[in-house]
């Protein structure tokens, strides 16, 4: 298959699909940080040309209810409306196949709920992040927490708080992968997970 990767600097999901024989190009404003197949670029030059399959992670900035309390500072609904726009954008491309990840948030009230929601340890990396898939004309990903007669064991153990409230007992600061400091903490945050990549080129592709 042809498969667009959009919105991948880290090359992560590209590099899982090639190895599985596919031609793949991953797509976003950065350089790749892998060396291969990558279009620095807007998304929208290349989306036309003729893929098969495309697996996007529009930015979630905007979008993301991890940000509520700055939900109405000034400017953030044109920023919100102008990333749904471009969520939207992406999913009624010309292209057969579709899946876009993104956390749980705006698009889930003004699109539809996420056809999926896993986690990194579903698929072996040790990390609880809830992750939303939405999907058009692929399967959903499947996991076992155990071996069984249809499928091996696929998950690790789901990580535990790193401390509860002594008040509420509330559990507090889970494990959710949250990479990297300062001004590089945002892209850290953006790089997938290498489980879930492989998961995605085994399964779909």
């Known amino acids: 298959m042809r498969i667009l990767v959009a919105c991948e600097y880290s090359g992560t999901v590209r590099e899982a699909f090639k190895a599985k024989g596919h031609y793949a190009m991953s797509c976003d404003l950065l350089p790749t940080e892998i060396p291969g197949e990558h279009y620095q670029g807007d998304v929208f030059d290349i989306i036309g040309d003729g ?9 979630c900035t905007y979008l993301s209810f991890v940000g509520l309390r700055h939900w109405n500072k000034p400017g953030r609904k044109e920023n919100r409306d102008a990333a749904a726009d ?48 939405w999907l058009k004309n692929i399967p959903k990903l499947t996991w076992s927490a155990s071996d069984t007669l249809f499928q091996v064991k696929t998950s690790t153990d789901k990580p535990k708080p790193l401390y509860f409230l002594s008040t509420t007992g509330k559990p507090v600061n889970w494990v959710e992968g949250i990479k990297g400091c300062g ?7 953006a790089r997938f997970w290498p489980s879930i990549a492989q998961a995605m080129a085994d399964q779909w592709g």
Request: glycine share 4%; proline share 11%; aromatic share 14%.
């Open 86 to 133: 471009f969520f939207m954008r992406l999913w009624n491309a010309d292209i057969p196949k579709i899946a876009i990840e993104n956390p749980l948030g705006h698009m889930s009230r003004v699109f539809r709920k996420p056809d999926q929601v896993i986690h990194p340890y579903y698929f072996g990396d040790p990390v609880k992040k809830r992750t939303c898939i």
């Open 51 to 59: 893929w098969d399959m495309m697996i996007a992670f529009p930015p």
């Open 183 to 189: 001004k590089d903490r945002s892209k850290e945050r």
